[in-house]
T-cell receptor, first 115, second 112 residues
Framework: AQSVSQHNHHVILSEAASLELGCNYS??????LFWYVQYPGQHLQLLLK??????LVKGIKGFEAEFIKSKFSFNLRKPSVQWSDTAEYFC?????????????FGRGTSLIVHP | DTGVSQDPRHKITKRGQNVTFRCDPI?????LYWYRQTLGQGPEFLTY????????KSRLLSDRFSAERPKGSFSTLEIQRTEQGDSAMYLC??????????FGPGTRLTVL
């Protein structure tokens, strides 16, 4: 069974600080990887995704993530955070190919950015 | 609004009652997912449909939980004989052929 681990449950930063949120998954096969974000009072929405190709993917609002297959990691980064980045961030994995198809989410990281 | 909608947004019920939630996906999406989310946790997958076929239901939490999508459009999630432990946010999401999921606002269930 696949699982997703997000190492940082709560992160507090000042504006303009750099951000890196860790995500590791366990699954032996091919995966699709996602970061979702939930701003206060809003629905979960996609931040970025990786299916194949260039392991460095860019998403909305200046976020990027790097897939490192050997480390089973898909860390989220942003060079300079803004107050509006305050939100809950979820890493998710879908197993690709035959057999069962069960999207798995991490428990989330709560990010607070102080102005 | 052409996003995913869920009804009701909030439901308060007494233990032992049955509840049913509805999800209307984005119209051209053939996949529909149900999740449960509790405080401090990520969404926990329950089941999903491709069109009207329920392709994965092994993660439904117990036999008190069931879901339908009779015409491949909207879906319902029913919980029979609710328990206090069922209190949670129930999320619905839909997707097209790709894996990107679009989430609804959720139904918050409180079981007294």
């Amino acid at each position: 069974a696949q699982s997703v681990s997000q190492h940082n449950h709560h992160v507090i930063l000042s504006e303009a600080a750099s951000l890196e949120l860790g995500c590791n998954y366990s699954y032996g096969g091919t995966v699709n990887l996602f970061w979702y974000v939930q701003y206060p009072g809003q629905h979960l929405q996609l931040l970025l995704k990786y299916f194949s190709g260039d392991p460095l993917v860019k998403g909305i609002k200046g976020f990027e993530a790097e897939f490192i297959k050997s480390k089973f990691s898909f860390n989220l980064r942003k060079p300079s955070v803004q107050w509006s980045d305050t939100a809950e961030y979820f890493c998710a994995v879908n197993a690709r190919g035959g057999g069962s198809y069960i999207p798995t989410f991490g428990r989330g990281t709560s990010l607070i950015v102080h102005p | 609004d052409t996003g995913v909608s869920q009804d009701p947004r909030h439901k308060i019920t007494k233990r032992g009652q049955n509840v049913t939630f509805r999800c209307d996906p984005i119209s051209e999406h053939n996949r529909l997912y149900w999740y449960r989310q509790t405080l401090g946790q990520g969404p926990e997958f329950l089941t999903y449909f491709q069109n009207e076929a329920q392709l994965e239901k092994s993660r439904l939490l117990s036999d008190r939980f069931s879901a339908e999508r009779p015409k491949g459009s909207f879906s319902t999630l029913e919980i029979q004989r609710t328990e206090q432990g069922d209190s949670a946010m129930y999320l619905c999401a839909s997707s097209a052929r790709g894996d990107e999921q679009f989430f609804g606002p959720g139904t918050r269930l409180t079981v007294l």
